[in-house]
């Protein structure tokens, strides 16, 4: 499904980001990305994004060159990928539910398919009763949710949470992985950058180590070892 | 996409546009005032030059030269002088006075001063010499006019100069200063209206880019969960053009006590100029500038700021 051939990026700086980098996801992989800061894990998701272009080598997207896609191809491409960042990102002047009908009218969906489609992933997330909250009255962990609500809710191929409970408390951190499990349960690929040993350890799934811009480990069914 | 689809995009973008203008309160009511400053200004800056328009026009008309005749020239002599003078291109009117006029006008200048009056009927005659009142198309053409003057058409038929004296040489100096200043003031007034245009609108415009560089983490969410280009910019457009109309509707508004309060004024001041009246007059060719102005810095401005967080 995602294939990254042989890519590297070094920096106009000439700092090396990524280097040589080759894996593959198979559809419905739950996959933890793990490695310490600077060890490239964001390049490689803004690669993948196609917010920046590989040095060299390639990344295909069923198939595609994402490199080769046009301005349209990309907007079409990002609808289907869902994104959940640390720092939530949400559009502060939206309410909860504008923040998710925005993603589905960005992308083009009837006001119909908005009023059936967003209580729906509200309850999901267990907010429905925010949903006519900004998001600077909900807590960390709320504002997460409503980020994998929105990430969710034009059921997009695959997941991208880029360190999604680094802001978070335990039991918020708790929450958000459980969502994340069942949203892979439901058949969405998801690929999770973390640094959280606990996480990993409990989720007992794919694991790839990235330390200086080289994978170093690929393990099926990895633990973390810092 | 289809119609019906480009119809609700619309909507929703001029929704998104208004909400976005409500709920940022305190920015938006800071770029309105800008904006309103800026307009305030290009308004001055129309009804300015109205005011000096008329006023210079004014000055223009109050030069002329007054050509006084000797008491014995002929009256035929004059009308003679007079249809030279009128078949120069660079007059505009000439105006004859009689010698009777010119005493009439004397005695009635002088009404309150006994002793001259005496002197008057103790000289028995008319001591006054016809005039011919001289205006020009433009104050710069004095100088040629009383050239003309000076030369023989001047002199009567039998050889005898008739004319007695022409003012432009007694009033050359202030005539000519005046004229330096009218086209002076003219290309200062040019230069200012562009400078303050030009500076107003640059004003705006990095209001609104500021207002844009406080959302540049939002387009960048925007542009990541796949919004188009079109879409992310029209919300900002339409704030900008919301801008635009109420800063647009407040300066107009505001116009209303200002010029009113000034209309006395200048009146008194500019010989007969109510910028007052004058703006009531002319209220929808101006309010016409302003709205139309507001609206196009304020879409172009966020057209233009908003550009930049677009790349990713």
Redesign the interface.
Known sequence: MIFFDRVSKVYPDSSVALEDVSFTIEPNEFISIVGPSGAGKTTLLKLF?A?DKPSSGSIFYQDNNVQNFD??EI?????KIG?IFQDF??????TVY?NIA??M????R??EDIESDVPHVLELVDLVNKAWNFPKELSGGEQQRVAIA?ALVNEPDVIIADEPTGNLDPINTYDVVQILKKINDMGTTVILTTHNKGIIDSLNRRVVVLENGRIVRDDKTGKYFA | ?TKA?LW??LK?VIRTGF??FW??GTVSLASVLVMMVALTVMGSIFIGKAVLDTSLAELSSRIDINVTFTTSASEEDILEVKHSLESLPEVLLVNYVTRQEALDAFKERHAGDQSILTALDELGENPLGAVLNIKARDPSQYASVAEFLESDNALSSSGITIVDRVNYFQNKVAIDRLTQIISSADKLAFAATLFFAIVSILIAFNTIRLTIYIAR??I??????????T?IQGPFVVVGIIYGLVAALITVIIFLPITYWLGSTTETFFGGFNVFSYYLRNFLEIAFIIFGSGVVIGAISSLLAIRKYLK?
């Open positions: 994004l917010e301005k349209k907007n079409d491409f990002r609808r994104m990102r949400l559009l502060p002047n939206k504008e925005f993603t009218e960005a992308a083009g009837t006001d929105r | 996409m689809m609700i995009k929703r909400f976005n709920r940022n983490d939002e960048s969410v925007m542009r990541l969960v796949g919004a188009s280009t879409y990713i």
